[in-house]
């Protein structure tokens, strides 16, 4: 697509801001649920598996799986969105995410069924993965290609920011929950209100969706003529520089993400430094931190860059976390809100440029299936494996700072592949 001055050209239309609302609006119901299980996990460890040492990996170790089942349904829906039809795509893996969180939150317990219970909630966990490693690729895909070409950054990164609205919702809820029941009423029926405020939630997103315009890169291959039959394979046979890219890219925002802000409060309960509730409180001021963020990340890779941008955020994901993670553990709230806060800001410019960078790597044929092979199964290893690596490593060396290496390590073995990779934003001179 080539460009214009007010960032739209006859082959470019974008969709109306009604459907670019909606789009934006739906990663808050996906990333609700799927990180309410990590917020709630003390909780849940409790309710599904019994309680004691062990626990809480398990519970982990639950998320971990899930997951797995990510690249899975990344795939399955790519194939449906690239082949049929981005909107298609979403109405139907909301659907699929509804049943699950409404079943969830009438689960038996391991009070009344014993440890059945564990692997209960452990089958709907992988259904929610398998459900949302469509949503968050096909809802980042559609922003890009709907968007005016020169605000393409900001738009994009709406996605991220109304996921995190969607985790600050989810702590906050699951902050209310913790503070006004006790321990019996919680661990008895307290905690099904989270799951049965997102399942509400689902079911509303659903109906607005069924509103949405198709997207205007779906809608031009199909008077073109350019839709890939085999998205997969297609993808892997034009595409595999991009898909190493957004590997790289998704690997690092990721792991920010996951152990940088919603492994905190099973961390600041672990190291012994705060409540279950203080630490929710905490990760709640860190959700907001990345809430503001996001857009302002999101307009700068507009006006400097991907590149630039990426870079920036990579040599702080360098330096940063070992030393804020040491801060979180000392006990002090000061400190450890501080260390919240700016591992929060690191995560979330990550995952602003991030949501552009990955989905730009690709053309429109075979868009979602390319995001689905990198930017998913990265998020599946660098995501889902390291809150429980996280608290393992932690729990056997007894050394705070673990979490905080891990992501180091990572952003180190990244920021050359940002550094030899091509600018993809439009006012580099890219065309699509």
């Known amino acids: 697509?080539?460009?214009?001055?007010?960032?739209?050209?006859?082959?470019?239309?974008?969709?109306?801001?009604?459907?670019?609302?909606?789009?934006?609006?739906?990663?808050?119901?996906?990333?609700?649920?799927?990180?309410?299980?990590?917020?709630?996990?003390?909780?849940?460890?409790?309710?599904?598996?019994?309680?004691?040492?062990?626990?809480?990996?398990?519970?982990?170790?639950?998320?971990?799986?899930?997951?797995?089942?990510?690249?899975?349904?990344?795939?399955?829906?790519?194939?449906?969105?690239?082949?049929?039809?981005?909107?298609?795509?979403?109405?139907?893996?909301?659907?699929?995410?509804?049943?699950?969180?409404?079943?969830?939150?009438?689960?038996?317990?391991?009070?009344?069924?014993?440890?059945?219970?564990?692997?209960?909630?452990?089958?709907?966990?992988?259904?929610?993965?398998?459900?949302?490693?469509?949503?968050?690729?096909?809802?980042?895909?559609?922003?890009?290609?709907?968007?005016p070409l020169d605000r393409r950054g900001l738009i994009t990164s709406l996605a991220s920011a109304a996921s995190e609205i969607g985790s600050l919702l989810a702590v906050g809820v699951s902050a209310l929950t913790v503070h006004f029941l006790n321990d019996a009423d919680l661990s008895s029926w307290g905690w099904r209100i989270p799951f049965l405020v997102g399942a509400a939630l689902a079911s509303s997103v659903w109906i607005m969706r069924a509103t949405m315009q198709e997207s205007p890169e779906f809608e031009r291959q199909r008077a073109a003529g350019t839709t890939p039959a085999r998205p997969l394979r297609y993808t892997l046979a034009h595409h595999r520089r991009g898909i190493f890219r957004a590997f790289a890219i998704s690997a690092l925002g990721s792991i920010t993400y996951y152990v940088g802000i919603t492994y905190v409060p099973a961390f600041l309960s672990s190291a012994g430094a705060f409540t279950e509730g203080a630490s929710l409180w905490l990760s709640t001021a860190a959700a907001v931190a990345v809430v503001l963020v996001t857009p302002v990340v999101g307009a700068a890779s507009d006006r400097f860059g991907r590149k630039p941008v990426l870079l920036f955020f990579g040599l702080c994901g360098a330096i940063l976390p070992i030393s804020l993670f040491f801060l979180m553990a000392s006990g002090s709230v000061l400190q450890a809100l501080g260390g919240a806060i700016m591992l929060a800001v690191v995560a979330g410019g990550v995952s602003a440029v991030g949501a552009v960078g990955t989905a730009e790597q690709f053309p429109g044929e075979g868009r979602l299936s390319g995001l689905a092979l990198g930017a998913t199964v990265a998020t599946a290893i660098f995501g889902g494996l390291t809150p429980y690596l996280a608290q393992v490593l932690l729990e056997r060396t007894g050394w705070p700072m673990v979490p905080g290496v891990m992501i180091a390590v990572v952003a180190v073995c990244v920021l050359p592949v940002f550094l030899l990779m091509p600018e993809t934003s439009p006012r580099a001179g890219r065309r699509d």
């Open 1 to 147: 697509m080539g460009r214009g001055n007010a960032g739209t050209t006859p082959l470019h239309r974008p969709v109306s801001h009604k459907s670019i609302a909606i789009a934006a609006f739906s990663t808050i119901v996906e990333w609700y649920d799927f990180t309410l299980y990590l917020y709630f996990a003390t909780v849940l460890s409790r309710v599904f598996f019994g309680g004691g040492e062990a626990s809480l990996a398990a519970t982990l170790g639950g998320f971990a799986v899930a997951y797995l089942f990510r690249p899975l349904g990344a795939i399955f829906f790519g194939h449906i969105g690239d082949r049929f039809g981005r909107r298609r795509m979403m109405l139907f893996s909301m659907v699929l995410m509804s049943v699950a969180m409404l079943i969830t939150a009438f689960l038996p317990t391991y009070a009344q069924i014993g440890p059945a219970a564990g692997f209960g909630v452990l089958a709907l966990r992988c259904v929610m993965g398998f459900s949302v490693g469509g949503e968050y690729t096909g809802v980042v895909a559609y922003l890009l290609e709907g968007a």
